[in-house]
């Protein structure tokens, strides 16, 4: 490209950059040492050269970005260190429904709205026979600890700060509520007494708590957790991969998104479909 691109390119993304702080341009420049008016200059249409070499230099510093990226040498952003430290840690000994960690990262997430798609049910809405029946299939039965951390997740989703919103497929509660797949052992009253407690709760815990339903044959999400701006969590099955790289979180975060978008009940219509499930349960 020649100069008058290559700077066009700089100015598109010295813009980008500034919009993805998340400030105003004149706190930007005052983190980079410079005044407004120059970084006004900078980012002016009429403007035909690029900054010195240090100023390019403290903009990438700034905003965690390669300089190659700045000057359009680059498609990727961020720099190499900056990918392997956003590398996802690996979390271990997770095969528990209650996991302490998880109530860990909760409380450090204090203020922001929690994403949650659960690998059942969702763990704050189950009963004891429930938590129960899932840990028979672990070496960690159901103590009074883990009782303790049921209790301890269900009191954080009453205080007032608390904001999350959980989702999964309407197709899931489904499958509890006639004791299909891994719920066939499951006796029909501790399913029916299950459904009354998640009709429960969740007019009691609206809207701190909101659960969407979404239809399973037209999406699908794997069991995540995002904390806020903090980290995001994905399950598979005896561990966590926990990401805690800005990029990372965001994805996640606009794929819970589009969950919700496409959700076929709505956290007001979930009682009622919970409802309708608990009937037909018992008249059969």
Not at 6 to 11: D, H, Q, T, Y
Not at 82 to 105: F, K, N, Q, T
Not at 154 to 159: D, G, I, T
Not at 208 to 227: E, H, N, S
């Amino acid at each position: 490209m020649d100069r008058r691109e290559w700077v066009a390119r700089f100015r598109e993304r010295l813009a980008e950059t500034i919009a993805h702080q998340g400030i105003s341009r004149s706190a930007f420049a005052a983190r980079i040492g410079l005044d407004r008016s120059t970084l006004s200059q900078l980012l002016s249409a009429d403007t035909v050269r690029l900054p010195r070499a240090e100023t390019i230099a403290a903009i990438a510093r700034e905003a965690q970005v390669s300089t190659d990226w700045l000057l359009g040498l680059s498609q990727e952003p961020r720099p190499e260190a900056e990918l392997v430290a956003g590398a996802p840690e690996v979390e271990r000994g997770g095969a528990s429904p209650l996991d302490a960690r998880l109530s860990r990262w909760k409380r450090e997430a204090a203020g922001a709205k929690i994403r949650y798609v659960p690998t059942t049910l969702p763990d704050l809405l189950k009963t004891e026979a429930t938590l129960a029946y899932e840990y028979q299939g672990t070496d960690d039965p159901l103590s009074q600890s883990r009782r303790s951390e049921a209790a301890e997740n269900l009191a954080y989703m009453r205080e007032p700060e608390t904001d999350m919103e959980a989702c999964c497929s309407f197709q899931l509660l489904q499958s509890f509520a006639f004791g299909h797949g891994v719920w066939a052992d499951l006796p029909r009253a501790q399913r029916i007494e299950q459904l009354d407690q998640i009709e429960r709760l969740l007019d009691e815990l609206y809207p701190t708590f909101r659960l969407f339903l979404f239809d399973g044959l037209q999406r699908y999400c794997v069991p995540l957790t995002v904390f806020g701006p903090r980290r995001a969590a994905v399950y598979f099955g005896e561990m966590y991969f926990v990401f805690t790289a800005t990029e990372h979180i965001r994805i996640m975060t606009r794929h819970f998104d589009e969950l919700i978008r496409a959700a076929a009940v709505q956290p007001t219509e979930v009682g009622g479909f919970v409802q309708r499930l608990r009937a037909e349960l018992a008249a059969g």
